[in-house]
């Protein structure tokens, strides 16, 4: 089984500001791993997955995130955020062989003017 | 569309009501799963469909809670008389199960409130 593990329920930030957006998990497989956004009163599309290969994976709108495996992370980051990037950010693992998502419980970004 | 299409979109129900949500798959998918999302509880998996197998019911969280999926393709929860801790955003995914990418395609949810 697996399980995720959002420390922040809540991430304030400002405009144009730097943020990270923690996640941890726990396996005992291999896993993939995924963030998943939501906009206010839509469903959730998918940012960005690691799946293999190189650790550092983008998205098309900045944001990136690292698969650690000795610390089983996987934190989302953006450089420097927008207005347009609140929203509510899941963090999700899969097991290798297995089916379906385990979601951590979610961050509310919220992008200060 | 061509996304996971849920109806309905809002409904309001007295407690003791049964209610039925529908789901519509993305064309193709195989994998169709429901979830759960309340306030400050994150997503919480309900059922999950995969072909003909039997389905993985593991997440239901009580027997008034059924789960349905016709002719591999359009898929209906049922809710029968419904609480107020029933109150949430019930979303359906859905996936091709033999890409192994585990990407899941979500609708934009049946929101349920049980007065």
């Known amino acids: 089984a697996q399980s995720v593990t959002q420390l922040d329920s809540q991430v304030p930030v400002f405009e144009e500001a730097p943020v990270e957006l923690r996640c941890n998990y726990s396996?005992?497989?291999?896993?993939?791993l995924f963030w998943y956004v939501q906009y206010p009163n839509q469903g959730l599309q998918l940012l960005l997955k690691?799946?293999?290969?190189?650790?550092l994976v983008e998205s098309i709108n900045g944001f990136e995130a690292e698969f650690n495996k000795s610390q089983t992370s996987f934190h989302l980051r953006k450089p420097s955020v927008h207005i347009s990037d609140t929203a509510e950010y899941f963090c999700a693992v899969r097991g290798q062989g297995a089916d379906g998502l385990t979601f951590g419980k979610g961050t509310h970004l919220i992008i200060q003017p | 569309g061509a996304g996971v299409s849920q109806s309905p979109s809002n409904k309001v129900t007295e407690k003791g009501k049964d209610v039925e949500l529908r789901c519509d798959p993305i064309?193709?998918?195989?994998?169709l799963y429901w979830y759960r999302q309340s306030l400050g509880q994150g997503l919480e998996f309900l059922i999950y469909f995969q072909g003909n197998s039997a389905p993985d019911k593991s997440g239901l969280p009580s027997d008034r809670f059924s789960a349905e999926r016709t002719g591999g393709s359009v898929s209906t929860l049922t809710i029968q008389r419904t609480q107020q801790e029933d109150s949430a955003v019930y979303l359906c995914?859905?996936?091709?199960?033999?890409?192994?990418?585990?990407?899941?395609?979500f609708g934009e949810g049946s929101r349920l409130t049980v007065l």
């Open positions: 690691y799946l293999s290969g190189s650790t």
């Open positions: 396996s005992s497989v291999s896993v993939y």
């Open positions: 064309s193709g998918h195989t994998a």
């Open positions: 995914a859905s996936s091709f199960r033999d890409r192994d990418t585990g990407e899941l395609f």
